[in-house]
């Protein structure tokens, strides 16, 4: 069953009573191993999802499950220490419901990154990634259902999905910082089995750069409410079927500490000019 918009009021009006007055702008999603931003956050408040009326848990890995509201690089932002994913029993609707919610607590720009699989050859592991499209084909819609006109139109545009003049933030952050950022189209695949080698190869033929688990989603949401989009993938690991290796949780998490300083800096250098 969808949500309806008196929900997605409810879980709004809750948190305003925890925030007081506070207005983020800036919404983050911070995916597996790079929560470690939201710790950042400049007199917090935190709220933990399962407090909030009809979020759902977040139960991946690295991810804290939690909403923290306060100033980061001088920004009010709202941070989510952890994301929800369809491989943890959710629907479309719950993976991105925080994202709907944000938009009403007055969010009109979303930061998204996370750790994903790197299918080009000629890229390595711990290289960073600007999204500058996604795809997503076989499986469903989060806007399927019901349309709820309060955030968007039935069938809306998904030309640019992530904001060009965010993108042209990001290049130019990281040139001034002299950090190497690869461009690329993020594939998404609902695991959470990692995908196989002949999967990657196809994902490869298709046009994605990296693979991954996550976001696609919530940029959905993002997109028809009208919000601004900017996208980050650490490439935590060469994808299946590169090297002669297994793939594992640890790998990704490993590979987030150790790009952690780097990764700060660029999302932080692009949210101080948003």
Request: net charge negative; glycine share 10%; aromatic share 10%.
């Amino acid at each position: 069953m969808a949500y309806t918009f008196a929900q997605y009021q409810e879980s709004a009006d809750y948190i305003r009573e925890k925030i007081g007055g506070f207005i983020p702008k800036v919404a983050m999603v911070l995916g597996s191993g790079l929560g470690f931003l939201g710790d950042a956050v400049e007199n917090p408040t935190a709220i933990p999802y399962g407090e909030i009326p009809h979020f759902k848990a977040s139960t991946a890995p690295g991810h804290k499950g939690r909403l923290v509201f306060g100033s980061l690089a001088g920004r009010p932002v709202a941070v989510m220490q952890g994301r929800m994913h369809h491989y943890e029993g959710y629907g479309y609707d719950q993976v991105s419901y925080a994202v709907r919610v944000l938009r009403l607590l007055g969010c009109d720009a979303l930061i998204v990154t996370n750790a994903a699989g790197c299918v080009r050859t000629d890229w390595q592991a711990g290289d960073l990634m600007l999204i500058t499209d996604q795809i997503k084909l076989f499986s469903e819609s989060p806007l399927r259902g019901e349309n709820l006109p309060e955030f968007g139109v039935r069938f809306p545009d998904a030309s640019h999905l992530y904001t060009p003049r965010l993108q042209k933030i990001a290049r130019d952050t990281a040139a001034d910082m002299f950090i190497t950022l690869r461009e690329g189209v993020y594939f998404y695949c609902y695991g959470p089995q990692y995908e196989t080698p002949a999967e990657v190869r196809a994902v490869r033929l298709l046009g994605g750069d990296a693979v991954g688990m996550s976001t696609a989603p919530e940029v959905i949401a993002a997109g028809h409410c009208g919000m601004e989009v900017l996208g980050f993938t650490l490439l935590s690991n060469m994808a299946a079927g590169i090297l002669d290796q297994p793939l594992s949780e640890k790998e990704v998490l490993d590979a987030a500490e150790a790009a952690k300083d780097k990764f700060s800096r660029l999302v932080l250098g692009c949210l101080r000019k948003l």
